[in-house]
């Protein structure tokens, strides 16, 4: 046992003796190290000294890295693409076919948004799609948490390309919004179910297939059920079934977590309206001026509204006493919580 225990000894103080400082350490377990440091540390401790520099210039693809919003849009014909800090308000410009991609292996992008693509050859648009995503691939961004296309259209052409991008997203990202766009797209439900997005959005807007808004929306009730803590969920979509909002009302109200959501369906007429009515009424929601009592929370109602000139139905819960009870018209203690 003291021979062992000397023996032990020895190779520690060799140990220490060889490793005496972290610049001794392997590349790999410098990489280790750094992987554990903030995002804005980084770049700092390339300067360091040449070793570190090197070590994270041939890994900054595998550590944290600042997060940047990429924003593509056209001016003039042309495709542009302004690179930005998230959170700062300044931005640099520039001809996209011209930008130095090299700059993406030092950011992670956060946030990708394509805005006003329409007055640009089809075939420019086509290729700048493609090589953002080829750029994103190469450069590893696995950072995005928010794919946004607004007054956006593409030709089908694209329809490949677009759909890779859509499903890489679909797997990072939690906010997706499409406005007023045109897009070669359509979402397959195994994409859907392994989805992570918790806020969608898809507004005057149109695929290859139409969008399924009913499975959107079983999704999100899924993921409601499945949360261990309280989570929010949004959603707006143009149209969306009177079964799939009431499964959705009637999941949340024998929850016992109350997440908070908020949903926004249009197209809602007088007949989706009194369909939905009727639909409550059959599956026994009983409610009091559009307010539908939790079964499990006491303080806890579901709201639903609707707009008769927008042509919207909004719901979403409210986690306290109800504004106006059965005989009661006004509460005015409480009188702008809906107004």
């Known amino acids: 046992m003291l021979v062992t225990g000397g023996l032990q000894e020895e190779n520690v103080k060799c140990f220490s003796h060889t490793m005496s400082s972290i610049h001794d350490l392997p590349c790999e377990m410098l990489r280790s190290v750094f992987e ?26 595998f550590l944290p890295r600042v997060a940047y919003l990429v924003k593509i849009f056209s001016e003039n014909g042309r495709i542009m693409i302004a690179n ?30 394509f805005e006003n693509i329409r007055d640009c050859e089809s075939e420019t648009v086509d290729q700048a799609i493609t090589l953002v995503l080829n750029e994103m691939i190469k450069t590893k961004q696995c950072q995005l948490r928010k794919l946004t296309f607004t007054n956006v259209e593409l030709s089908n052409k694209a329809a490949a390309v677009t759909q890779g991008l859509l499903d890489a997203a679909l797997k990072q990202c939690e906010n997706v919004t499409v406005e007023n766009s045109i897009l070669p ?30 499975q959107i929306l079983k999704k999100l009730q899924n993921d409601m ?29 024998r929850l016992p ?29 009983t409610h009091n001026y559009m307010e539908f009592q939790s079964r499990t929370h006491t303080n806890a109602h ?21 504004a106006r009870t059965t005989g009661q018209s006004v509460c005015y203690a409480r009188y702008f919580r809906d107004f």
């Not at 797209?185 to 009913?214: C, M, V, Y």
């Not at 929010?232 to 009302?249: I, K």
């Open 185 to 214: 797209i359509s979402f397959q439900p195994e994409s859907l179910n392994s989805a992570k997005f918790d806020h969608f959005r898809w507004i005057s807007s149109t695929g290859s297939s139409p969008l399924p808004s009913t």
């Open 84 to 113: 930005m800090k998230s959170g700062d308000l300044n931005e640099c410009t520039q001809n996209l076919f011209e930008f130095d991609f090299k700059h993406w292996r030092e950011i992670g992008i956060v946030e990708l948004e």
């Open 302 to 322: 579901v709201k639903v509204s609707f707009s008769q000139d927008a042509r919207t139905c909004c719901i979403w819960p409210v986690l306290d006493v109800p």
């Open 36 to 61: 554990n440091v903030n995002s804005q540390d980084v770049p700092m401790l390339r300067t360091v000294c040449s070793m570190f520099n090197s070590v994270i210039k041939s890994n900054y693809c």
């Open 225 to 253: 059920k499945a949360a261990v803590n309280k989570r929010s969920f949004l959603a707006e979509m143009d149209s969306v079934t009177v079964e799939a909002a009431c499964d959705f009302l009637e999941e949340w109200l």
């Open 257 to 285: 977590i109350a997440s908070f959501f908020n949903l926004s369906f249009h197209n809602c007429d007088d007949t989706w309206k009194t369909r939905f009515l009727m639909e409550c009424e059959r599956r026994g929601l």
